[in-house]
Every structure is written in structure tokens, then in C-alpha cells.
């Protein structure tokens, strides 16, 4: 079963709209992380933020902010106002206290700003 | 300062043939993994390097598959009798520690022929 699920395979946008990528992650450990990372074009992956399981409150970083939901098990990002530089794949990852070395990415969500 | 680097950045080879991909981490980082990425896929974890640890060779999809970290730093991933399935860019990440942020290489684009 898979641990990760990015459901949007690919969104389309205007820029200046607000788009939310969903994620949902499945664990039986009450300790693990979450991450969001952006794949551009260019191909190399940035890492974005990442999360601990115990902290539930919503994190904002500009015109990024991050909804974290343990009682649905989700782990959403939103972009305010997106822009064409926002076009990208963005991945999903979780790592739990079985061994945090061992990522599981989603199969990502292509995100298309279009001008 | 210098992120995780790869090389080469392309690589052609015909079915059948070894090839040898190779990952300098970010000096530093205990930790070392790879992925592959296929097409429009996400990433499949291969291997991992923690310190001085046994690696964690799970991911790893056959036998014709290995990896080295030489000295806790370089690392090498062989592919033996490459296969056309084998076709997909080759990530590597290194980190501080674990459960931590991965930072990762502009990765390896090998094609099998």
C-alpha cells in the first residue's frame, strides 16, 4: 500500500490563484515527519519545509503555508496568488520512527501557472 | 557552499553493459541515499549510507544493482548487464543525520539502448 498519496497528478492554474496540493500519508507510528519538496524543470529537487508529527499548527512562509491534519492524516500546501515560477512537481514525503533514514515520496503532483 | 553533485549528468549505454554512476555528497553529511525516478514517476528509494553503519540495501531492485561509499564520503552505484528498464534519472541526497532534511543532486539521466 502506498504510504504517501498525491491524488492531483496534474493541476492547472492562472496565475494569481490560490491552488492547494493535497497529500495524505499513511503510518502506524505516532512519531514521523512529513516534507514537501519542488521539483522545476530544471529537474533538481528543493526542499521545502519540513514537519514533525507532533507539532499540528499550520505553518506560513510567504505565499506558501502548510495544513497539517492528524485526524485525517494530510498534510496539504497551498500556494497564495501563485505565479509562473511556482510551475513545478511537487513531492510529499514522510519518514517514520522505523527508520527516518527511509523516505516515501508520493508520485507527485505537476503544477502548471500559466500567465 | 557546494551541493550534492553527480556524474556524469547524462549517460547512453547499450543493454548489457556496466555502467557506474557516481554522487559527491555535501561535505559533512553522515548520510547518503539513492533513488531512481522514472519517467513522470516519483522516487523509488534504493540504498542508503548512515555513518559508519551496514547500508540499507532494500530498495535495491535486483542483484545487478550495488552501491559503495568509499571513506564515508563518495559514493558509487553500479548497474551490471544493464537493462532497458534500467532507463531513469539516478537521484542522489545526502544528510546531517536522520529524519532530516535530504538535500539532493541534480541527478543522473542514464538511457539504456
Known amino acids: 500500500a502506498q504510504k504517501v498519496t498525491q491524488a492531483q497528478t496534474e493541476i492547472s492554474v492562472v496565475e494569481k490563484e490560490d491552488v492547494t496540493l493535497d497529500c495524505v500519508y499513511e503510518?502506524?507510528?505516532?512519531?514521523?515527519?512529513l516534507f514537501w519538496y519542488k521539483q522545476p524543470p530544471s529537474g533538481e529537487l528543493v526542499f521545502l519545509i519540513r514537519r514533525n508529527s507532533f507539532d499540528e499548527q499550520n505553518e506560513i512562509s510567504g505565499r506558501y503555508s502548510w495544513n497539517f491534519q492528524k485526524s485525517t492524516s494530510s498534510f496539504n500546501f497551498t500556494i497564495t496568488a501563485s505565479q509562473v515560477v511556482d510551475s513545478a512537481v511537487y513531492f510529499c514525503?514522510?519518514?517514520?520512527?522505523?527508520?527516518?533514514?527511509?523516505?516515501?515520496f508520493g508520485s507527485g503532483t505537476k503544477l502548471n501557472v500559466k500567465p | 557552499g557546494a551541493g550534492v553533485s553527480q556524474s556524469p549528468s547524462n549517460k547512453v549505454t547499450e543493454k548489457g553493459k556496466d555502467v557506474e554512476l557516481r554522487c559527491d555528497p555535501i561535505s559533512g553529511h553522515t548520510a547518503l541515499y539513492w533513488y531512481r525516478q522514472s519517467l513522470g514517476q516519483g522516487l523509488e528509494f534504493l540504498i542508503y549510507f548512515q555513518g559508519n553503519s551496514a547500508p540499507d540495501k532494500s530498495g535495491l531492485p535486483s542483484d545487478r544493482f550495488s552501491a559503495e561509499r568509499t571513506g564515508g564520503s563518495v559514493s558509487t552505484l553500479t548497474i551490471q548487464r544493464t537493462q532497458q528498464e534500467d532507463s531513469a534519472v539516478y537521484l542522489c541526497?545526502?544528510?546531517?543525520?536522520?529524519?532530516?532534511?535530504?538535500?539532493f543532486g541534480p541527478g543522473t539521466r542514464l538511457t539504456v539502448l
Open positions: 503510518t502506524r507510528d505516532t512519531t514521523y515527519y
Open positions: 541526497a545526502s544528510s546531517l543525520g536522520t529524519g532530516v532534511e535530504q538535500f
Open positions: 514525503a514522510l519518514s517514520e520512527a522505523q527508520d527516518f533514514n527511509k523516505f516515501y
